[in-house]
């Protein structure tokens, strides 16, 4: 018969010594003895590549995680008992209780409060761990109001940034790690231009206001303002999605060569700027246009912003104090106001409006990086982080967020539809999320192995000016995807 280890036998007697004290079930040596023989028995005639030991070492443990499952097993009986027999003294009590005993009756009283009350509390329980439940099931219902519209593939590497023109013909523009920047057919999916005037990643892209101009940032420690001429081609009929993507295929893996057999060779390629703004000595993270177009401001590593003029491409001003990298910047849609994001867990907001006077305030309230901080068309700035939440920030009051959105994961380049001002939440797990300006979540964008991202999300940005797409988004899975939002439908749904 083996012996068991010092180590075991230890560990089994101060369990059973636990166990002493709270009920006398035991079982009887002569079991624990037999079953590892019989065990062993069986072992011995099977056929393992594991050696003896081993198996004989896990036979001991499984043995062991049997037992105590046995006791609590047997615990559980004893206590059913114990309870069955404490409710039918209290029945007991109950029927024994007339009009004349006042004590017993005001005891039953209280027990039947008491019992109400914990019925009560189960069943808001129930609730709360139910309706987590039913919230992670959420996509299922929201595939009815947000639907994959159209894909747009063709870049090399991973799509950093991606904006919408704001003048006819409505395009769409993504920035590239593969060094390039790409305008878009929203409707029929084809590339219309290419920049390739830069010599480092691409890292954001964004439109003039009023002229056909693009902006974009480098890794070249440089930003470029480039103008573009786009002929859109005629509809198309809509492509089959689901049947287009069977095979599942991951387009962050795929060869370059595979990136260039769909034509965005073919489109016209752009590759001398109109003005260079040089003046950064780190990558330029991300740029924008002023209101009214006459100025931007870039953010680069180098931990400081610039403001140029565009007609002379002269530095006006540089905007210093973050202690660490910049990650993002943005523009005020009818303001000059400018509000820049860093490392440093802070982001900060630049005011222009008096010539004179430039202040600037510091928005402290995340724990990790920033990654981006976007204005709304009312007086609120709402912040992403790699914290894995969200806060919206009043301008008038910014001590404390107004409201807080804390996800399961870090949220990257976000962005407020202007007219319904919904938050589109693009995460490093590859999911998009929706919320309200008061943090309460509208809908998660369908996502399986058919459709939806493969890799990390980067932007998201909003185009409520076309009602067929109005949200795209785009990722390391080197392809952006146009979105069809009801808008209606989703607040009706809130």
């Known amino acids: 018969m083996p012996v068991e280890s010092g180590n075991s036998a230890a560990a089994r007697q101060a369990k059973q010594k636990r166990k002493s004290h709270s009920l006398s079930i035991r079982r009887t040596n002569s079991t624990e003895q037999e079953r590892p023989t019989v065990h062993r028995d069986m072992l011995e005639g099977q056929d393992s590549k594991l050696p003896m030991a081993l198996r004989s070492n896990l036979l001991d443990l499984f043995g062991q995680i049997e037992r105590e499952f046995e006791n609590l097993y047997l615990e559980n009986i004893e206590l059913r008992r114990e309870i ?31 019992t109400s009350q914990l019925s009560q509390k189960l069943k808001t329980t129930y609730k709360a761990s139910t309706s987590k439940i039913v919230s992670s099931f959420k996509a299922t219902t929201s595939r009815a109001v947000c639907q994959l519209v159209k894909e747009y593939v063709g870049h090399r590497d991973g799509i950093w940034d991606l904006s919408v023109t704001r003048t006819q013909p409505l ?81 962050s893996d795929k060869d370059e060569a595979d990136g260039e057999a769909d034509g965005p060779n073919e489109c016209p ?118 914290d894995r939440t969200v806060k919206v920030w009043d301008l008038k009051n910014m001590r404390s967020p107004i409201a807080t959105i804390r996800t399961d994961s870090a949220v990257n380049r976000i962005s407020v539809s202007a007219n319904q001002r919904i938050i589109a939440l693009p995460h490093d797990n590859r999911q998009v999320r929706l919320f309200d300006m008061t943090g309460v979540r509208l809908a998660r964008l369908p996502r399986s192995n058919r459709q939806g991202h493969r890799r990390m999300v980067c932007c998201s940005a909003w185009n409520e000016e076309n009602q067929a797409c109005n949200l795209f988004t785009c990722g390391f899975d080197r392809q952006a995807i146009g979105w069809n939002i009801n808008i209606p439908a989703l607040l009706q749904e809130k």
């Open 84 to 114: 069955e027999s404490l409710n039918e003294r209290l029945a007991g009590e109950g029927q024994t209780v007339d009009g004349g005993d006042l004590s017993k009756g005001a005891l039953k009283t209280k027990a039947s409060h008491s």
């Open 171 to 251: 395009v769409l523009g993504t920035a590239s790690a593969d060094h390039c920047a790409m305008l878009w057919s929203i409707e029929t999916g084809k590339c219309l231009l290419k920049y390739a005037g830069h010599a480092g990643s691409v890292n954001s892209i964004k439109f003039h206001p009023t002229e056909q101009m693009a902006l974009t940032a480098s890794g070249d420690q440089t930003a470029h303002i480039w103008r573009y001429m786009v002929q859109l081609p005629l509809p198309q009929p809509p492509a089959d999605i689901s049947a287009s993507l069977d095979d599942d295929v991951d387009f």
């Open 269 to 386: 390629t752009v590759r001398v700027a109109s003005t260079t703004l040089r003046s950064h000595q780190g990558v330029v993270i991300a740029a924008d246009w002023l209101v009214g177009g006459k100025q931007v401001v870039t953010a680069s590593w180098d931990r400081a912003a610039n403001l140029y003029d565009v007609e002379t491409s002269e530095l006006v001003h540089t905007l210093t104090g973050h202690d660490q990298e910049l990650t993002h910047c943005c523009t005020h849609p009818t303001q000059r106001l400018v509000v820049t994001s860093s490392r440093d867990t802070t982001f900060r907001l630049w005011d222009f409006r008096d010539p004179s006077i430039h202040s600037v305030n510091v928005f402290q309230g995340h724990t990790d990086t920033v990654t981006s901080a976007v204005f709304t068309v009312g007086d609120n700035v709402v912040s992403g982080s790699d």
